[in-house]
């Protein structure tokens, strides 16, 4: 099945600064790979994702690209603030949806 | 637009007690819906997931179940608690491009 690494576990940034999260897949037939936040006591929000035919994607301060032929994604965060500290999750899908274990942002102010 | 609920929000049960969650999803019809758990840390188990009214699959061996008994509605179930049951019990929904939206979750503390 799929297999999903997720680094780092643990990430703290001054605000203001930016923030990567790196993700790499085991499956070269996924094709879908979104972005989840999470606060503490929610669940998890979609907040970006990128389909197999794109090479990145931004939404303001947020941004994922893919390399393909790497099999690894990225989850970029521009001008961060308090309030985009959580746990974020990255996920594969070919078949089902595989999640990575989480990275704990902390920005501080 | 789809939404999704889940309840109760947060539960404290005895060791022994019967479970109930339940999950109902509005806005779309024949979704695939999954029972996710969060144990201490972060990450995401997937309990058992649904394909259709009656189909269930489970992912991983435990004292848990789920069933399907209407389109839009999932409930997860135990007879038996254990104290390793406690964590935070997600509710979600995948559309049609592969996109998983989840509910708000459960917190279950088994005593």
């Known amino acids: 099945g799929e297999n999903v690494e997720q680094h780092p576990s643990t990430l703290s940034v001054q605000e203001g600064d930016s923030a990567v999260i790196k993700c790499t897949y085991s499956?070269?037939?996924?094709?879908?790979f979104p972005w989840y936040k999470q606060e503490l006591g929610k669940g998890p929000q979609l907040i970006i994702d990128?389909?197999?035919?794109?090479g990145e994607k931004k939404d303001q301060r947020i941004a994922v690209t893919l390399n393909k032929t790497a099999k690894h994604f990225s989850l970029h965060i521009t001008e961060t603030q308090p309030e985009d500290s959580a746990v974020y999750f990255c996920?594969?899908?070919?078949?089902?949806?595989?999640f990575g274990k989480g990275t704990m942002l902390l920005v501080s102010p | 637009s789809q939404t999704i609920h889940q309840w109760p929000a947060t539960l404290v049960q005895p060791v022994g007690s019967p479970l109930s969650l339940e999950c109902t999803v509005e806005?779309?019809?024949?979704?695939?819906l999954y029972w996710y758990r969060q144990a201490a840390g972060r990450g995401l188990q997937l309990l058992f997931y649904?394909?259709?009214?009656?189909?269930i699959s489970s992912e991983v061996p435990q004292n848990l179940s789920a069933s399907r008994p209407q389109d839009r509605q999932f409930i997860l179930s135990s007879k038996k608690l254990l104290l390793s049951d406690s964590g935070f019990y997600l509710c979600?929904?995948?559309?049609?491009?592969?996109?998983?939206?989840f509910g708000e979750g459960s917190w279950l503390t088994v005593v």
């Open positions: 649904s394909v259709g009214i009656g189909q």
């Open positions: 499956d070269s037939a996924s094709n879908y």
């Open positions: 979600a929904w995948m559309d049609s491009g592969n996109t998983i939206y």
């Open positions: 996920a594969v899908a070919g078949g089902t949806l595989t």
């Open positions: 806005g779309t019809s024949n979704p695939n």
């Open positions: 990128i389909r197999s035919n794109v």
